[in-house]
């Protein structure tokens, strides 16, 4: 891998903030229907999940919990996509 590249914990801390901040501007807006609010957080929880599950991945206590923790973000990481289509 490059040095220059930033590392998964790095770009899903990334990812996270661009979302808490996409969370935010969502619910500035006035005009969006409660429904709006209640998806929102749904994307808010899938977006920094991903993150979550990949730094519970670093201590995992095997080879398969490793797996199943990532494994785990990257169903997370689908939802957030979906999420994010359906805002578009």
């Not at 770009?11 to 501007?25: Q, S």
């Not at 899938?46 to 490793?66: L, V, Y």
């Amino acid at each position: 891998m490059n040095n220059n590249s930033p590392s998964i914990q790095e770009r899903t801390e990334n990812f996270a903030i661009r979302c808490i901040n996409a969370y935010a501007e969502i619910n500035k807006k006035n005009n969006f229907s409660h429904a709006a609010v209640v998806l929102s957080k749904q994307f808010l929880r899938s977006s920094t999940s991903i993150g979550a599950n990949c730094s519970e991945a670093t201590f995992a206590q095997s080879r398969k919990d490793f797996i199943s923790k990532y494994s785990i973000a990257l169903k997370e990481a689908n939802e957030s996509r979906y999420w994010c289509d359906s805002f578009s």
